[in-house]
């Protein structure tokens, strides 16, 4: 099947350079017949064509008791061909015209006689001359072609000339076979190199493409051909390692929202066998599903959330808010939170007066988001601080830092994805995996970014930076 194919491709480069090679005759020929060829009524000519015309009209003519006569056949065709003629006699007199243009003289000198024979097109004619000899007189005749024909004399030696005419027939016939051989050659050289570029093609969608070497004419092509590769390569691998992590997420989240409801399955059904009289006991089961029931509906808001984010479809109310202000209240609902009791926040802040306009709701979300993740994935006393900045004149720095665990690079590189959940926890995180995602969709959509750094054993640190309200 291969060979096959390099057959084709052989033969097409053939008939693509015999197709050129035709193209290019044709061209030359088409010049040849614009600039060689005339057109006469009989259709086309060589140029040469009136030179000819004068030397055989002398078969028209012959002589009388010394005058001489011009056949009506001749005349015709002069008629006919829209020509002119004008006889002299030796003396340049003169004797006989037909159809002469009324500018041109009744006698010329020798000398003029002579230059007509180089003479270019002139008063809307190119003449040629020619002289007939009969019963011992001599006349010369000039016939008028109204063609623009240029005259041009070559002189060579004919000695040589005719010595090295089999020795340039010679030449043209081994140039021609080395041309031919070249053509050949070319071709499978040609097709080669293609052959080689499209299976490389083929290869690469195979997923079986093996860099080739970026040297000679076709440099460029395989560089592109392994630049592609490697850039393909890498997609795979991104969507190989995205796939995986998106199943993990479903699977984690699915047994997440399957937590949640085995208890409420369980109390519910107690409670609808109305067996339970102990009012305490009935209201500790409702408190235990309607906190199960909390939780489900969590996991199914933020899953909606960032899909709501991505897609544009989240209203976005943003209004002018003091930050500093907004952050105070922030860190102390997460103080008062019962589950972060053990833990440490802090808020430090050199300005009061700081403002941007941001959704409250949403960026209350964003900020409270990586502060429980910090909470989180962290052990119990662990310390985190918010620090606002408006050293800028255009932006707000917001940073938020704790004394945790850390992460290291490939935790790292994961942190903002839709499907990661991080795992340096030895306990098993109720969230849905989304709250870092959901926090910088939102901090995007404020015209916002966020950097993270963090090294293992020395915490981890969110800045945030967003566009600073200017009065």
């Not at 010369?140 to 027939?169: C, D, H, Q, T, W």
Request: net charge negative; glycine share 6%.
């Amino acid at each position: 099947m291969k060979t096959r194919n390099k057959n084709v491709l052989l033969l097409r480069i053939v008939a693509f350079i015999s197709s050129i090679v035709l193209l290019l005759a044709a061209i030359v020929m088409g010049m040849v017949y614009y600039i060689f060829y005339i057109p006469e009524p009989e259709g086309l000519s060589l140029a040469s064509w009136p030179s000819t015309f004068t030397k055989s009209f002398s078969t028209w003519l012959y002589s009388e008791n010394g005058d001489i006569c011009v056949e009506e056949m001749g005349l015709e065709r002069l008629d006919d061909y829209g020509l002119w003629v004008q006889i002299v006699d030796e003396s340049g007199r003169e004797v006989f015209s037909h159809n002469k243009p009324k500018d041109y003289p009744d006698s010329y000198l020798a000398s003029e006689l002579i230059s007509f024979g180089t003479d270019n097109y002139d008063e809307n004619y190119t003449v040629f001359v020619n002289s007939f000899e009969d019963e011992g007189n001599t006349w010369n005749y000039i016939v008028g072609f109204p063609y623009a024909i240029g005259k041009y004399m070559l002189y060579y030696n004919g000695e040589n000339v005719g010595r090295l005419s089999p020795m340039v027939r010679a030449a043209i016939f081994i140039a021609f076979t080395a041309l031919l051989l070249f053509v050949i050659a070319y071709c499978f050289w040609l097709s080669h190199k293609l052959s080689k570029i499209s299976g490389g093609i083929k290869n690469i969608s195979r997923r079986t493409y093996e860099p080739i070497k970026e040297n000679g004419t076709f440099s460029e092509v395989y560089r592109a051909l392994n630049k592609m590769d490697d850039e393909i390569k890498h997609a795979d691998k991104i969507e190989d390692e995205t796939e995986q992590t998106r199943r993990e997420w479903i699977a984690n989240i699915t047994h997440d929202m399957k937590t949640p409801l085995s208890p409420i399955k369980g109390y519910a059904e107690l409670l609808a066998d109305g067996k339970l009289a102990d009012i305490d006991e009935i209201q500790e089961f409702g408190t235990i599903i309607l906190k199960n029931v909390n939780h489900t509906e969590k996991l199914i808001n933020d899953l909606k959330l960032t899909y709501q984010l991505e897609s544009g479809a989240f209203p976005y109310h943003p209004q002018e808010v003091s930050i500093v202000h907004s952050l105070r209240e922030w860190v102390i609902d997460e103080i008062n939170d019962p589950q972060f009791a053990g833990n440490d926040i802090e808020l430090d802040c050199s300005n009061s007066e700081i403002s941007a306009q941001i959704d409250e709701d949403l960026f209350r979300r964003a900020v409270q988001n990586i502060i429980i993740n910090a909470f989180v994935h962290n052990p119990p006393k662990t310390k985190v601080t918010v620090y606002v900045s408006d050293e800028s004149d255009k932006r707000i720095t917001i940073s938020i830092r704790d004394n945790g665990n850390g992460m290291d690079e490939e935790e790292l590189s994961k942190l903002f994805s839709r499907y990661y959940r991080g795992t340096s926890t030895e306990q098993k995180a109720e969230g849905s995996g989304l709250g870092l995602a959901i926090a910088k969709q939102i901090i995007i959509l404020h015209g916002g970014d966020i950097a993270v750094t963090s090294k293992p054993g020395t915490g981890t640190e969110f800045v945030i930076s967003i566009p600073r309200l200017i009065n």
